[in-house]
């Protein structure tokens, strides 16, 4: 069992508690128990500071943005360009050209996969992914595939859900032109070594990118420190608004990559014979961008940095370590993902219900989790299973709502016995 004295830097008791005070949704009662939110991986709650940011910026400061010269729009858009500056700084990136405002995860790494292949990619070429990867790093480096002629290449994992690290770097040869790679498992929680996965790739010349979307929320993020090329994250798992997220990458490797969407804004002159494009990031922003969600992701930024995010990485650590513990003693449970290094994820199966029936039962005692493949099918199927109960953690959960956790999981035996 862990002890406190394991996790020296966490949130105590008490600060855990006012946090939750911060989170609206987490004073309801759900089936008339307090809500165990263990559904952080898919998305997170909102703090009242978000909340409030973006209604008082819809109230006091909202125009369109970058067009116009009078006074609400200059204010406008300096609130959107600091939430420019706020994702440069959570992710310690050198520059604030480099941070691209997108939807989310998803929006950037389509960004790259199918910019960068339109560019750099040939018939013959190759992209190396992993077998953890969540759908939103597989699928669009197929379609950049099928575009562009290239071939996807899967580095495997283990049956403790390790990459395979010998093998990943056996796979990157002279015609593979980047490797994507997850920073954190959705699914099985497992944080792979994305520092030493650039070096390897740096060394044959191969760009990195890196999905942060499990990571961001729950760890500090250094981009320069961890060495890849590119990042990707969403709002909407560190607290922050859904509909916006950013994509990190090297100046020298985004000014190399042409227009992905075309429309307003990210141009420098239209002609009918010929256009030109605006400089990074612009270039990647056609059309008008989430503004106000940009001001909630400041606002989820400086909420995150207030609290820390090394304090926050160790209270989940603490979590994780009470119910991967406590879930050894339900019956016929097997925990899917035990590599030594994880995020607050714990996934599993059991043998007497089907993962959706224990999510509703948990549902019942105000627990909820997510069963399903969580997007990500080949993970299921490299553990022979179609589908595993994920319970997720965020900084407002508790020792309470993981002992809510394994009660509910008890009433699940009994019911199925
Ligand atoms: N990459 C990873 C590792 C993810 O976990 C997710 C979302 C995404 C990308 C996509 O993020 P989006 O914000 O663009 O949708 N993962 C999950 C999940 O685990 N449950 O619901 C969504």
């Known amino acids: 069992m862990s002890t406190a004295e394991s996790f020296p830097t966490r949130l105590t008791e008490l600060e855990v508690a006012r946090l939750r005070a911060d989170f609206p949704v987490l004073e309801q009662k759900f089936h008339g128990r307090p809500l165990a939110y263990l559904d952080n991986a898919n998305t997170t709650q909102k703090p009242r500071a978000v909340i409030d940011a973006e209604s008082h910026f819809y109230a006091t400061d909202y125009a369109g943005v970058h067009r116009a010269v009078y006074e609400l729009a200059e204010r406008a858009t300096r609130a959107y360009e600091a939430g420019r500056e706020a994702m440069r700084r959570f992710l310690h990136a050198r520059d604030v050209h480099e941070i691209v405002l997108l939807r989310g995860t998803t929006e950037a790494i389509n960004l790259v996969a199918s910019s960068f292949t339109r560019a750099h990619v040939a018939p013959g070429d190759e992209i190396l992914i992993t077998e953890m ?110 509909g916006i997220g950013a994509l990190w990458g090297r100046r020298e490797l985004l000014e190399a990559l042409p227009p992905w969407q075309g429309g307003g804004a990210m141009i420098e002159s239209v002609a009918f014979e010929k256009t030109t494009y605006g400089p990074i990031p612009s270039r990647f922003e056609a059309g008008t961008p989430n503004i106000a969600g940009a001001v909630g992701l400041a606002a989820a930024v400086e909420y995150l940095e207030a609290i820390g995010l090394e304090r926050i990485a160790s209270h989940e650590q603490q979590l994780l370590a009470w119910a991967t513990e406590a879930v050894r003693e339900i019956p016929g449970l097997t925990v899917i993902g035990t590599a030594a290094e994880k995020a607050g994820v714990l996934s599993f199966v059991m043998d007497c219900a089907h993962p959706h029936d224990v999510a509703t039962i948990l549902d019942r005692e105000g627990v909820a989790v997510r069963a399903g493949h969580h997007c990500a099918q080949p993970v299921m199927q490299r553990f022979g299973v179609p589908a595993t109960v994920r319970a997720s953690f965020g900084l407002y959960n508790t020792r309470e709502d993981v002992d809510a956790l394994v009660a509910g999981l008890r009433t699940v035996v009994e019911v199925f016995r």
């Open 133 to 242: 990867e969540h759908h939103s790093n597989i699928v669009p480096w197929q379609l950049a595939c099928e575009a562009s002629g290239a071939r996807l290449v899967v580095a495997p994992i283990d049956d403790r859900g390790e990459l395979v690290l010998d093998a990943l770097e056996g796979m990157i040869g002279p015609r593979t032109r980047m490797v994507a790679v997850v920073h954190v498992s959705n699914a099985l929680g497992t944080l792979n070594p994305v520092r030493e996965i650039a070096e390897i790739a740096h060394a044959r010349g191969v760009p990195v990118l890196v999905d942060g979307a499990q990571s961001a929320p729950h760890m500090p993020i250094d981009v320069q420190a961890l060495g890849c090329d590119f990042f990707a994250l969403s709002g909407h798992k560190m607290y922050g608004p859904s």
